[in-house]
Structure formats: C-alpha cells, structure tokens
C-alpha cells in the first residue's frame, strides 16, 4: 500500500484525499511530511552541535540572535508559499490539472524575482542590527546577516517547491529535497567549519553550497524531469491576475511570519542582555525543541492540501472532518514527544556543551519549552485549516496575537521577577493561549472557500 502510495500520480493522490478515510489520509500525507520535519529540525541541530563544540560559545549566541532576523527575510517567500499551496491546491481538487502546472509556474518565476531582489536587504540589514548588540557578538552578527544575502534567493525556490508539492498530494518530494540537504549540510560544515575552521564564514559558506546544489536538483525535477507534472517556461508571461491573487492571498501569511518573527527577535534582544551564556543557552534548548515542534506542526501542511482539496471539490463536512482528525493527531504526538524528550533532556544538551553556566539554563528552558508543544501543536493544525480555506488573515491574528500580546507582553510584565525566565514561560503561556483561541475561531467559520 505504501509502495503504491509513493508512486501515484497527482490525480490518484486527489482521489485518495477526497474518498479516502480522513485518518489513514492524514497518516499518509503527514508520515512523509513527519520524516521532512525531523530531517528540517536536524538541520538547525547539526548546525548548532558543529558551531558549539568547534566555534565556541560567542559564535553559538550570535548565530541565535541572527536566526529571526534571517527569517524575517523569508517571510515573502513563505507569504507565497501558503497562498500557492491554497490556490494550487483548490485548482487541484477541481481536477484542473493543466491550471495547477500553470500556477505552478507563474509561481516559480515570481518568487524567484522577489528572492533576487530581497536579497540586498540582508546586506542592509546587518548594519542596525549589529550596531545594537552586545559587543561580544556584534562582528560575528554583522558578517552573518550581511553573507545571508547569497543564500536567500535560494531559499525561496525552496519553499516554492515544498508548496507545490504539498498541494498536489506529494510530500515526499519535499522530505526527500530535506534529507538531501541535511546531508550536503553535515558535509559542508565538516569541510568548512571544521577543517578550515572558518567559523561564522563557514556557517555561510556551508548553507550557501548546499542550497545551491539543491536549487539545481529542483530545477531538474520541475522543469527537466519527464512526467505529467513537468512544468514548461516556454512562451512565458507574467499571469497578472493570478500574480494579484497571489499578492492577496499571500500578504496575510507573509505579514504573519514577518511579524512572528519580528516578535522573537526583540525576544532575543531582550534575552541577549543577560550575555552571550543566556543567549547560548536558550539556542541549544531551541536547537533541540526545533524537532518537538516541527513533528506535530508537520499535521498542519496536511491539513491545508486535505481541507484545499475537499473545497475545491465542494466537500465541506470532509473538509472538516479532516482538520479535526488532524488536530488530534498532532495533540497525540506532543504527548508522546513530551514522553521522550523531559526525562532525557540533560543527556541531551550536554552533547553541545559542557559549560556548568550554559547547561544550567538549557536544561530549565528545554523542560519548559517541551511542555508548550501540545498548544503548539493544535494551533498549527487549525491554521492549516484556515489556510486551506483561503483565509490567511486568520493565521495572521493568531500568529501576531501569540508572539506579540502573549508572549512578548508576558516577557515584558514578568522580567523584574522571573529575569530571563520570563522567555521560557512566556512560550509556553502564549502557546496554550493561542491553541484556545484558534479553537474558537474554528468553531464559528463557514466551510467554503475564501478565493472566489
């Protein structure tokens, strides 16, 4: 069953989310997705084993301050992404195969153009955000945010593939792009932060080799590989309504994550105050949360092809039914994680460092963060929803409302007398927070689609 799974063609995969049971559909789609999460987590956690026990401390704290600043950067692409996996999707479930390469396309092209021209702003935005850091970590901060510049436009076809992957029903297309990656990662970082000893450099120069060679397996998969999903450039021209709907539906998602992330790096403005050790600390603990949370978030990528799919083939109660399931997926796999993770956490975090100070807070911030995985998790699975939906304001309010109202303000209330601690309560307070308000907004919507 599986075997057979892993090579249907896209038509196959629609009729198997639109017919098959909602769970075992779920399980199918999310198990590729699952596998993407962790190998997508790993990344970040091989990066910070190399960068922690091989450049030191100082080049640990700043790479974890930069990492909001860089996603902030990639919040366009993400903003087309979520509205490609929409709108391909819907187009999917309608069975118009040949509008779904169209938009495929069209989709292509125009985040590859927005890539080029964000690029700049990296470069740009080194010099504010390293002129008000601790002094510690400000070169090393500088030359990350400046030399990020060259792996951002590769970082939007990425997403771009994942999104239209997703939306066809294939996620193990992106989980195998992921595990790809992952390895030229690990290679790369040998070669130049251990070998060459190249430090923060070689954290660039390792992310830069390795994106390129992905973007070149992409472009042969897309537009070079033989198969009814082969994309063509021939004849191009811009679809303006289409990149107009995509602007659209888009803004909301890209607002979110710029926001989002905007959130945590005052967070880690705040944090880096106490020094580089708490700033280290918390990166280890959120080098290895990065796997917690990636796993039951990884139901919400399903959810949205699920929930685009059923509408577009105006199957509501389907629709439903699946982000349900799918919320109680992801609640049953954050158990399960918190199961794992509490009891082995100091055997964890000791693989980076064996610095007393550095353990200490690592240990405390990995046990809280763990906790605030079941909230997490829900929250994700109902924006999936929404997304499918075509509503992307919704994930906006949610994702402003979590890290700006809930947890920053939290932070901001609670620092006099929790210091730092007040950056690990906060992310388990807003998560919870957050995963009650989505459920609320999922209980009073309308099961149609938004992109009519």
């Not at 999936?384 to 939290?410: C, D, E, H, N, S």
Request: hydrophobic share 55%.
């Amino acid at each position: 069953m599986k075997l057979q799974f892993l090579h249907q063609g896209t038509e196959q995969r629609r009729e198997l989310i639109l017919h098959g049971s909602a769970l075992s559909t779920l399980m199918m789609l999310s198990l590729p997705t699952l596998m993407m999460s962790v190998i997508q987590a790993l990344l970040p956690l091989s990066d910070g084993l190399f960068v922690n026990n091989v450049a030191g401390t100082l080049v640990a704290s700043a790479v974890t301050y930069c990492g909001p600043v860089i996603n902030m950067m990639i919040s366009l692409a993400q903003g087309i992404s979520v509205a490609a996996m929409a709108i391909i999707g819907q187009a999917n479930g309608q069975g118009n195969f040949e509008r779904v390469k169209h938009i495929s396309t069209q989709v292509v092209v125009f985040a590859s153009a927005v890539g080029l021209c964000v690029a700049p702003l990296s470069a740009l935005a080194a010099f504010p955000v390293s002129a008000n850091v601790d002094p510690e970590i400000s070169h090393n901060v500088f030359l990350y945010v400046s030399l990020y510049a060259f792996v951002l436009p590769f970082s939007f076809l990425e997403s771009i593939y994942n999104a239209i992957k997703n939306a066809t029903g294939k996620p193990e297309a992106t989980f195998i792009r992921m595990l790809l990656l992952l390895m030229l990662k690990i290679l790369f970082n040998f070669v130049f932060i251990v070998f060459m000893s190249l430090k923060i450099v070689g954290c660039i120069l390792s992310s830069l080799c390795s994106n390129v060679l992905i973007c070149i397996w992409m472009f042969y998969e897309l537009f070079v590989k033989e198969g009814e999903d082969k994309l063509s450039l021939q004849g191009f021209h811009f679809d303006r309504d289409l990149i107009r709907q995509l602007v659209k539906v888009g803004v909301p998602a890209m607002l979110a994550s710029l926001m989002m992330n905007l959130g945590f790096f005052l967070i880690n403005h705040e944090t880096q105050k106490y020094g580089a050790v708490v700033l280290n600390g918390q990166g280890i603990a959120n080098n290895i949360t990065e796997v917690c949370f990636n796993l039951p978030a990884a139901f919400g990528s399903a959810v949205t092809t699920m929930v685009s799919i059923n509408i577009g083939a105006r199957q509501p109660s389907n629709a439903k039914r699946s982000c349900w399931v799918g919320c109680a997926a992801s609640v049953v796999t954050a158990l399960a994680i918190i199961a794992v993770i509490v009891p082995l956490s100091p055997h964890l975090t000791v693989l980076f460092t064996h610095q007393a100070d550095v353990l200490e807070i690592a240990n405390r911030a990995l046990h809280i963060y763990t906790y605030s995985v079941v909230g997490f998790g829900v929250c994700m699975a109902v924006q999936g929803a929404f997304i499918g939906l075509g509503q992307t304001k919704v994930p906006l309010l949610i994702g402003v409302l979590r890290i700006w109202l809930l947890r920053y303000l939290f932070i901001l209330a609670t620092e006099k007398a929790l210091q730092y601690y007040a950056v690990f309560w906060g992310n388990l307070f807003s998560n919870y927070m957050a995963a009650v308000l989505s459920i609320l907004l999922l209980l009073r919507i309308k099961w149609v689609s938004n992109l009519q």
